[in-house]
């Protein structure tokens, strides 16, 4: 009994969460893909090459080394590959590889979200509190953040609002329940998933105020001292800065690697670019890179989608004339004998 009442609560709230985050007016954009390579200016910076592979989206300055504040993207780049032109931030997140049954590997290609243009590539969210009135503050130059942990296998410790969604069908509705609600799950998906796999990560959104980042790139972020983000829960005393909620998307296109008969004995056979079989070490990096004081000025006039008057925005020939080679050069795609950097499985 009194679990069909935490059930029927459960869902309901699934439900109201789905509404609230289908109504709310949220920046939600394209971001191509940049590059693929093997570099992190956040965790590893200076470092050629970083120890596992990453898609990166958004401004051309992105690079081994991006000292806070002294190297600007919005200077430095000549273009990006988002949709919002003067957002010259770089997101990125690990690759996912799929491991067949006779061991070879091949990269999951991404394909770009319902209702956008591009190619590959990560859909951007920047969201406002669904009260609709109470403000955030943008960030400020050199700031730089890391959601998840690349080196957890279960869901231990894991940071809120990161998951894997299965999609059945390919043509998703992008507002089919609020990101990790419903079926969704921490670790990968254990069956195939006819419409390709939608992963989430989200961002913590209270600021110390001071540090643009900090040793752990986490540590000068926190959540809500009680209640969410979602429902204008206050900022604890110590991180009062109450930011907007930075969310990634990726729609990982899973169907050429659908058929069982290539799937290892083992099962599940989806991997991150940092060896994780399990789905639980997915994470996201993000380098603030907007020009002058663009994201305030959007963030004010509370932009929905990615139309945005308070904003120039590029067609999506623009966006997809903006790239950038690998700095290393190395091979990530068709059929590898081992992950990039020859990563081992853990
Ligand atoms: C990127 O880093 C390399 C050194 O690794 C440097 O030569 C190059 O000028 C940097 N690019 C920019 C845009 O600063
Ligand atoms: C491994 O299996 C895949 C999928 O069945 C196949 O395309 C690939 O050529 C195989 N690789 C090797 C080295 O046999």
């Known amino acids: 009994m009194k679990a069909s009442i935490l059930a029927v609560a459960a869902a309901l709230y699934a439900q109201e969460a789905a509404a609230q985050f289908a109504q709310a007016a949220m920046m939600r954009f394209q971001c191509s893909q940049l590059v693929i390579e093997r570099l992190d200016p956040l965790v590893n910076p200076g470092q050629l090459q970083s120890t596992h592979l990453h898609q990166i989206v958004g401004g051309n300055s992105f690079n081994a080394t991006m000292t806070p504040v002294e190297y600007d993207p919005a200077a430095k780049s000549s273009c990006t590959t988002c949709t919002f032109a003067e957002d010259f931030s770089n997101y990125w997140t690990a690759n ?5 049954k006779n061991g070879s590997f091949k990269r999951v290609p991404q394909m770009v979200n319902l209702g956008l243009k591009g190619q590959g590539g ?9 009260d609709g009135k109470t403000k955030v503050t943008a960030f400020k130059p050199g700031f730089r953040m890391l959601a998840g942990d690349p080196n957890l296998r279960s869901q231990k410790g894991m940071q809120k609002q990161i998951c894997h969604r299965c999609e059945h069908n390919i043509a998703q509705n992008p507002f089919g329940g609020a990101p990790c609600t419903g079926d969704d799950t921490a670790a990968f998906p254990k069956k195939p998933c006819d419409g ?13 105020g001071k540090n643009v980042d900090s040793p752990d790139h986490k540590s000068h972020v926190a959540y809500p001292s009680s209640g969410t983000f979602e429902s204008t829960g206050p900022c604890p005393a110590s991180h009062p800065v109450r930011l907007p909620q930075v969310m990634y998307e990726v729609m ?20 991150y670019s940092t060896g994780d079989t399990t789905g639980y070490g997915q994470h996201g990096d993000y380098v603030f890179g907007w020009k002058g004081d663009a994201l305030q000025k959007a963030l004010d006039a509370r932009c929905s989608g990615d139309r945005c008057s308070a904003l120039k925005t590029q067609t999506n020939e623009e966006t997809l004339a903006c790239f950038k080679g690998q700095t290393v050069k190395e091979q990530t795609e068709g059929w590898l004998d081992s992950l990039p950097g020859d990563i081992p499985l853990n």
Not at 199 to 207: N, V
């Open 122 to 130: 990560v859909t951007v969210y920047y969201i406002p509190p669904y």
């Open 96 to 100: 996912i590889y799929f491991k067949a």
């Open 252 to 271: 990982w296109d899973t169907r050429e690697f659908n058929d069982k008969s290539m799937w290892p004995e083992t099962g599940q056979p989806l991997v």
């Open 196 to 208: 390709g796999i939608r992963s989430t990560i989200t961002f913590p959104t209270c600021w110390d």
